[in-house]
């Protein structure tokens, strides 16, 4: 926790949630003490999940990111070519997110989000990158790896990798060729995937059954509520769904959901993608899953009825929030994202107040 209070927002609900008037206890929903924390875990991958973690850090000490291991580009798939080890780069980013606001916290994410620039072997490798893998080489432990690094930067919240073995991504992309429009090809590679050329219709990961992470399962086993999005929808969302084992737990888990939209479409991956697009892929590639929230930025819906129906199709209600930086650009402001994720908690969950 970092002590500071979110700025209040307008948060507007779209859709009723129609189990909201009944007990948490009704709704399956694990019942909270009042004055504790809630149990937040948060799946993705990149500077998503970064933004994500930024805020979610704010409302709650009881924070665990879920992170997606398919990277094979720059620094992350150099060491995994060279060491056969899962790729710590995005591991690393949540690290970074999940510092705190002192002197200590910033000075360590600045340090571990450092890149070296050489002529030699070490150019464009992260700190980071390298204090993860020689702890993973001291340790033999993915785990109490990562436990060791949130330690020594005060991590306000844990860091699990979804699997623990590298996962190669692949996508079925419409046109990738541009001189063959509608033909399907197969796409190999989370780097390639994030900015292919053409459409992207499905994305599936090799080994197709990784193993999940016991401690992740368990984690979302656990939570009050489970926070997906946002962050690149086929590379770093999707891929906690493609993983039986934790897409059984976000499944069957007791916790809420809440699924937060990106702010534009990613150039490649998900060009002219309609916000309301983003939740039929999401249900396309896991039937079974079912939301309770989905977030969106007020200014980034153009049509708001056609996402409050594919929410519903989701079982979710729709909640919009001014949560952009007010530069302009399509980040996330941790302040105004932390106050969506807090006025959300407390008033779906109907089991606050945790502070």
Known sequence: ???????????????????????????????????????????????????SLAALRRITGDLTAVVTVADDGGSSGRLRDELGVLPPGDLRKALAA???????????????????????????????????????????????????????????????????????LQALVKGHDPERPDDVDTVRGQATVALTP???????????????????VAAVMDADWVVLGPGSWFSSVIPHLLVPQLLDAV????????????????????????????????????????????????????????????AKRLGAAVELAPVARPDGSPRHDPELLAAAYDRIFRMHGRIGPWR
């Open 98 to 168: 999940l510092c705190g606001d002192d002197d200590w916290g910033q000075t360590w994410a600045r340090v571990i989000q450092h890149r070296f620039q050489s002529q030699g072997d070490l150019h464009e490798h992260a700190v980071g990158n390298l204090l993860i893998v020689a702890l993973w080489e001291q340790l033999g432990d993915h785990v109490q790896a990562l436990d060791l690094v949130g330690k020594l930067l005060g991590a306000h919240g844990r860091v699990l990798p979804m699997s623990a073995v590298p996962l190669e």
């Open 251 to 310: 499944t069957e888990t007791k916790a809420r959901r809440v699924l937060s939209l990106n702010l534009a479409p990613q150039p490649g991956e998900t060009e002219g993608f309609s916000p309301q697009r983003h939740l039929e892929v999401l249900g396309r590639h896991a039937p079974k899953l079912a939301l309770d929230v989905v977030l969106a930025d007020e200014a980034a819906v153009p049509d708001r009825d056609s996402l409050t129906e594919a």
């Open 1 to 51: 926790m970092t002590g500071r209070t979110p700025r209040l927002s307008r948060l507007r609900r779209v859709v009723p949630d129609a189990r909201a008037d009944r007990p948490a206890e009704a709704r399956g929903a694990r019942p909270r003490r009042r004055g504790t924390q809630p149990k937040v875990v948060a799946l993705g991958g990149g500077m998503g999940l970064s933004a």
């Open 198 to 216: 053409g459409e992207v219709q499905s994305v599936h990961l090799v080994p197709n059954d990784p193993p999940a992470v016991p401690e992740a």
